[in-house]
């Protein structure tokens, strides 16, 4: 919803390099950089996109980030699943409004948020985390960008011991061990549930199916997703240099019904 900068905001200020800085609006906040003070102030009532100028004369852009910038930038209690598998994980794994999901291995909620944009309010999302303090950052970084009202709960669980839960209609992992969680996700998911796998290498994937193979899911598949950029500059037309290649497998399979 478009409305005017306000206090408490999240917001990212690019400078002319491109450079981002993410900060919270405050009324008597300062933004201090080697090219002069910005007073939160000059961009308090104003409307997303605002220029304005530090105490040197320098130019910022003020706007409240995506939630691909929020994730690149916010605090981490541990490594991230980043924006260019999230998006693929939301359609491989069907996450739809309304759907019940048990995400496992919370990390510092970026994936969290995604799945909660995703289900809305008439979803839920269960994050089991082996970590109580990677569960804490996870929650305050969901809160900070889509605030306290929110269908989440976040559980300090293992996993690999048991899912007591009933009636789940997706589960996302991140894990290292994912295949010890296969006999579990039988007895928890829906029929024609969806178990997807995020992974770093091909040595685990190959575990993961091998366990897959032999259960009640079906329907198997793996890939990765590749990033790359272009630089288009006047005539200058050309794929860039860097490119965000691997990052991990994902590995998604869906429940069969019993065979008479």
Same mark, same amino acid.
């Given at each position: 919803?478009?409305?005017?900068?306000?206090?408490?905001?999240?917001?990212?200020?690019?400078?002319?390099?491109?450079?981002?800085?993410?900060?919270?609006?405050?009324?008597?906040?300062?933004?201090?950089?080697?090219?002069?003070?910005?007073?939160?102030?000059?961009?308090?009532?104003?409307?997303?996109?605002?220029?304005?100028?530090?105490?040197?004369?320098?130019?910022?852009?003020?706007?409240?980030?995506?939630?691909?910038?929020?994730?690149?930038?916010?605090?981490?209690?541990?490594?991230?699943?980043?924006?260019?598998?999230?998006?693929?994980?939301?359609?491989?794994?069907?996450?739809?409004?309304?759907?019940?999901?048990?995400?496992?291995?919370?990390?510092?909620?970026?994936?969290?948020?995604? !799945? /909660? +944009?995703?289900?809305?309010?008439?979803?839920?999302?269960?994050?089991? =985390?082996?970590? @109580?303090?990677?569960?804490? *950052?996870?929650?305050?970084?969901?809160?900070?960008?889509?605030?306290?009202?929110?269908?989440?709960?976040?559980?300090?669980?293992?996993?690999?011991?048991?899912?007591?839960?009933?009636?789940?209609?997706?589960?996302?992992?991140?894990?290292?061990?994912?295949?010890?969680?296969?006999?579990?996700?039988?007895?928890?998911?829906?029929?024609?549930?969806?178990?997807?796998?995020?992974?770093?290498?091909?040595?685990?994937?190959? !575990? /993961? +199916?091998?366990?897959?193979?032999?259960?009640?899911?079906?329907?198997? =598949?793996?890939? @990765?997703?590749?990033?790359? *950029?272009?630089?288009?500059?006047?005539?200058?037309?050309?794929?860039?240099?860097?490119?965000?290649?691997?990052?991990?497998?994902?590995?998604?399979?869906?429940?069969?019904?019993?065979?008479?």
């Amino acid at each position: 919803m478009a409305r005017p900068l306000a206090i408490g905001d999240t917001i990212l200020l690019e400078d002319n390099k491109r450079r981002r800085h993410m900060l919270t609006l405050s009324a008597e906040g300062e933004f201090h950089t080697h090219t002069g003070v910005l007073p939160h102030s000059l961009l308090i009532g104003k409307p997303e996109g605002t220029v304005a100028r530090t105490t040197r004369g320098s130019k910022l852009t003020a706007f409240r980030p995506t939630l691909s910038e929020y994730i690149l930038k916010m605090p981490r209690g541990a490594q991230v699943i980043y924006p260019k598998d999230l998006g693929p994980i939301l359609m491989l794994a069907d996450i739809f409004p309304g759907a019940r999901v048990l995400e496992s291995g919370v990390g510092s909620g970026a994936l969290t948020m995604t !799945l /909660l +944009r995703a289900v809305g309010a008439s979803g839920s999302v269960l994050g089991y =985390e082996i970590r @109580e303090d990677f569960a804490a *950052t996870a929650r305050k970084n969901v809160e900070g960008f889509l605030g306290t009202d929110i269908p989440l709960e976040i559980e300090v669980r293992d996993i690999y011991e048991g899912i007591p839960a009933e009636g789940i209609d997706r589960i996302v992992l991140d894990l290292p061990e994912p295949w010890r969680v296969v006999e579990h996700a039988e007895q928890c998911l829906s029929p024609g549930g969806i178990l997807l796998s995020y992974l770093p290498t091909i040595g685990q994937v190959g !575990l /993961l +199916r091998e366990r897959l193979e032999d259960s009640a899911f079906g329907m198997l =598949e793996s890939l @990765e997703v590749l990033h790359r *950029t272009w630089h288009v500059e006047g005539q200058s037309i050309r794929p860039d240099h860097r490119m965000v290649a691997h990052t991990g497998f994902l590995t998604h399979a869906r429940l069969l019904a019993p065979i008479e």
